[in-house]
């Protein structure tokens, strides 16, 4: 035994030689370019999905001017397609051990269904006889043909979305972090994961709030005789113009970064060895690693680790199994215990904040109108509800390096993450309940009538200054928590999460995003009514109550982990 361990050593000793080599290329990759070219492709991928998203909104509200019914079955279907995709997408990106080549298909085939959509916008408007009017020939199998891209396009921005954020980010701050690198961002140090996610939701955030105001101004510049078709011109010219330089950035990202070059990790279990028991073969069962081709290595604690290679092999629960990734999202206590894969609920209260109506979105903006709000009012309030949201992105980082820094590592609550996403979902819970009953307070609002009577009970009807003070600050303040905790909950998806599985759980957990999307198109659509959206938002209420409740019991089982001296996986908070 300890001639092989002599044997051993030279290699071991080349492999960590060789590690620290690769992690100190990567934090000179940081150092010298990376970033901007992660950051710049991004922003690419990002403000051409939010530019074609209003786009179509419009194209449809002129296309259908007297119904919200396209829309809102595109909506339901759109996210119905991610919701039966996404864990086949993440399984599949796991699979894929070259990572640039899943995201050059990624960003190829949205830029090809964006471009194919606004041909067949401009095919409906041309072929109408006047730019406002719908057709009566052929229109309906042009939209539908144009619901079956969204589709496409929608379920390709999901997959973009897991491979940057729960990929290509963790693995380029794990490397590095690897090697004690990961610092704050200043004096050259690169930046921790949570500066990284944070960086990665500003640039979303931004490019959702600047490409509806950019689509605005191209479609009221054109006027309304061919507003619709330039829009659609301008749209399709915008996403072929960009795709070259999006594929060239992410492209010199990849080259840059030597973790990202690597083949994708192997999928590792565990089986038992001499002390072992019966739970860690139970675990290499549960992820479908094939015991015939796997490759042994002890660890030093009678337990060996099992890796097959990424793209897979035999599987218990059978290749390409929707089950098997559900059932690697509820995966039992014997996988979080060995693995330090966190149990679901920390995930599933991410994933239903979507479900809430109480944000400043279509159904809130559609409903305040019907309270006597002027757009100018809602426009403002939104404007300033967004410069919060993008605050929370720089909160985030500062607070995660402050108690990163203070912590003590042996405290029951020396999690940061733990500690940022209660914080944040209590405090947008704290805020929401005075944001509700402000919203119930309101007065309803008068029945419709042409009436001077009608219009002087419309006046008296008006919200009262109060009212509308209250409900927009406690609002606005409330999306810094949501996004607090969403933070939170990204982060620690990708450190806890075992990095072979990561992207089939975020797949998951997507699922679960678009189903609660679901959910609140549903609900808006069955209770449609004015006088009804009061229930309506104390559902979304209720909603983030669950949420507060799911994320408390994750913290709990963390504290309890930690008393029962139970290794927590790093948080890469070094500073």
């Known amino acids: 035994m300890t001639s ?170 794990s490397a590095v972090s690897g090697g004690g690198g990961g610092g704050g961002g200043s004096s050259g140090n690169p930046p921790p994961l949570h500066t990284l996610n944070a960086t990665m939701r500003r640039i979303d955030l931004v490019s959702k709030i600047l490409a509806p105001v950019f689509v605005s101004a191209i479609a009221i510049g054109a006027g309304t005789d061919k507003g619709a078709l330039y829009l659609a011109g301008v749209t399709a010219a915008m996403n072929l113009g960009t795709v070259g330089v999006e594929l060239v950035t992410a492209r010199g990202a990849w080259d840059r970064c030597v973790a990202l070059r690597q083949a994708r990790e192997a999928k590792v279990a565990l089986v038992p060895g001499e002390g072992g028991d019966g739970d860690a073969r139970e675990l290499l069962l549960t992820l479908g690693a094939s015991e015939d081709s796997a490759l042994a290595a002890d660890d030093g604690r009678g337990v060996r680790r099992q890796a097959s290679s990424a793209s897979g092999s035999g599987t218990r629960l059978g290749r390409g199994s929707s089950i098997g990734s559900l059932r690697l999202y509820f995966s039992s206590d014997v996988l979080h215990k060995k693995l330090n894969i966190f149990p679901p609920t920390a995930s599933l209260s991410a994933a239903l904040q979507s479900f809430s109506v109480l944000s400043l979105s279509g159904p809130m903006t559609t409903y305040l109108l019907t309270r006597a709000y002027s757009l100018s009012v809602i426009t403002s309030a939104r404007t300033a509800i967004s410069a919060v949201e993008i605050g929370s992105t720089v909160v985030f980082p500062a607070a995660a390096s402050l108690l990163a820094r203070h912590h003590n590592r042996r405290h029951r609550w020396s999690d940061p993450m733990a500690v940022l996403g209660l914080a944040g979902v209590t405090l947008q819970l704290a805020l929401l309940v005075p944001c509700f009953a402000a919203l119930a307070l309101m007065p309803s609002p008068s029945s419709p009538s042409t009436s001077a009577s009608s219009a002087n009970d419309q006046d008296n009807n008006s919200p009262a200054p109060s009212l509308t003070v209250a409900f927009f600050v406690c609002l606005g303040l409330s999306r810094l928590g949501h996004w607090t905790h969403n933070l939170a909950v990204q982060q620690i998806a990708q450190t806890r999460v075992d990095a072979a599985h990561r992207v089939e759980f975020s797949g998951v957990e997507m699922a679960f995003v678009s189903a609660a999307e679901i959910g609140r198109w549903a609900s808006t659509a069955v209770w449609g009514r004015p006088e009804q959206f009061t229930g309506v938002a104390a559902g979304g209420l209720a909603s983030v109550a669950v949420v507060w409740a799911l994320f408390a019991a994750w913290v709990v089982g963390v504290v309890a982990r930690k008393r029962g001296g139970i290794k927590i996986t790093p948080m890469y908070c070094e500073t």
């Open 4 to 173: 092989d361990t002599s044997e051993e050593s030279p290699l071991l000793s080349s492999s960590s030689n060789s590690q620290q080599q690769h992690v100190e290329a990567d934090a000179a990759a940081i150092r010298h370019g990376l970033l901007w070219r992660l950051y710049a492709s991004h922003f690419l991928s990002t403000w051409n999905m939010r530019s074609y998203e209003f786009t179509v909104i419009l194209l449809f509200a002129q296309a259908y001017p007297n119904t919200l019914l396209p829309t809102s079955v595109r909506g339901v279907l759109t996210n119905g397609a991610a919701l039966l995709l996404s864990p086949s997408i993440g399984r599949c990106v796991d699979r894929n051990a070259a990572r640039f080549r899943t995201m050059r298909l990624t960003i190829v085939v949205q830029r090809a269904a964006i471009v194919a959509g606004c041909a067949l916008w401009a095919a409906v408007f041309l072929s109408s006889g006047a730019w406002s009017s719908p057709l009566s020939t052929g229109k309906d199998v042009l939209v539908a043909a144009l619901v079956g891209l969204g589709m496409v396009e929608r379920v390709c921005a999901v997959a973009n979305n897991l491979v940057m954020e729960r990929d290509w980010v963790p693995t380029m701050a």
